[in-house]
């Protein structure tokens, strides 16, 4: 590619899971990628394979404080935030935090270097919703005091403002609601349900699950996720898309699914359901379809058995 042709991209949260993965992709099409993190929930680990290219420069910056590159911008993907609820729960404030002023400064950084700007959301938008399969147009049913609402309120406040934005001042802005997104460099312990009971499984121990097990989730592998999330970035559409699997499965068929993959045979063992979650996700994919010929390719199965590698070292590691 050209130099003057090539893309220069930002990358908040860089050393997160969903992040890191997108640096790689970003640096394989050609971009030249500047990354961002403060490593409260990022791993350094992550960013091993990155620092080794020509092309990614690395930022150890608080989006929440303030973010600066004096260099050009083409594209700014906003994918920094505490993700999963054992985080959330342990920073509360940071995590409303990077969703507001994280995002302003963001948007700020994006606005002034005429970049585009792509928001990582999530389906958490929703909150434990009325309306299944969840469309773009439903406006959710979400605890706004709930122990949840920190995580729920700051991304659903991190949409207003990325469309004043591109209301008041034109800037070209893409909104992506994530699903539940699974592969590796998942944390082990962050508490999500793919890590939970695939670690669980990989040291045949009893499969954590929590509530009665019927509650149903979309799990949609990483690299599907990301080719959505790049696409919606060089649209035109500038309000919200569902990015996911709408292929559903209860918790309990997805341990089935990770017992036929691992070759577990550990019990299931149940637990309190947490207060406020959801008993029911799935995506309408409808306008993502259409608008940017997307849908995932990868099976449940088929993801599962990428991710184990990753899994079993980090679970030797710990050993």
């Known amino acids: 590619m050209a130099e003057s042709a090539r893309r220069r991209s930002l990358v908040t949260g860089a050393a997160g899971f969903l992040g890191s993965h997108l640096c790689e992709r970003l640096l394989a099409r050609g971009d030249t990628v500047v990354g961002v993190d403060n490593f409260v929930t990022g791993d350094r680990r992550n960013l091993a394979g990155l620092l080794q290219q020509p092309d990614f420069r690395f930022l150890e910056q608080d989006i929440s404080r303030g973010l600066a590159w004096d260099g050009p911008l083409d594209r700014v993907y906003n994918f920094a935030s505490p993700a999963s609820p054992i985080d959330y729960a342990r920073l509360p404030i940071e995590t409303l935090l990077v969703g507001s002023q994280g995002t302003l400064h963001a948007l700020e950084l994006a606005r002034a270097k005429g970049a585009r700007f792509l928001q990582a959301s999530t389906s958490e938008c929703y909150g434990d919703p009325e309306i299944h399969p969840q469309v773009e147009s439903y406006w959710g049913n979400v605890n706004p005091v709930g122990p949840r609402s920190c995580y729920d309120e700051a991304k659903r406040y991190g949409e207003a403002l990325v469309m004043a934005f591109h209301r008041v001042h034109g800037l070209p802005t893409r909104i992506m609601r994530i699903f539940n997104t699974y592969g590796p460099r998942m944390r082990l312990e962050d508490g999500r349900v793919v890590p939970a009971i695939v670690a669980a499984a990989l040291r045949n121990q009893p499969l954590p699950i929590f509530g009665d097990g019927q509650q149903t989730r979309s799990f949609c592998y990483v ?28 918790i309990l ?3 089935e699914a990770v017992r036929r993959v691992t070759g577990c045979s550990a019990p299931v063992e149940f637990h309190p359901l947490p207060q406020d979650d959801p008993k029911r996700r799935r995506p309408d994919i409808g306008k993502a379809r259409r608008l940017l010929g997307w849908e995932p390719r990868v099976s449940l199965d088929e993801g599962l058995r990428r991710t ?6 980090r679970l030797g590691a710990g050993a």
């Open 253 to 255: 068929e997805f341990a």
């Open 308 to 313: 184990l590698p990753f899994f079993r070292e």
């Open 223 to 250: 690299d599907d996720l990301l080719e959505g999330g790049m696409r919606l970035m060089e649209s035109e559409e500038p309000m919200p898309v569902n990015v996911g699997n709408p292929v559903e499965n209860t």
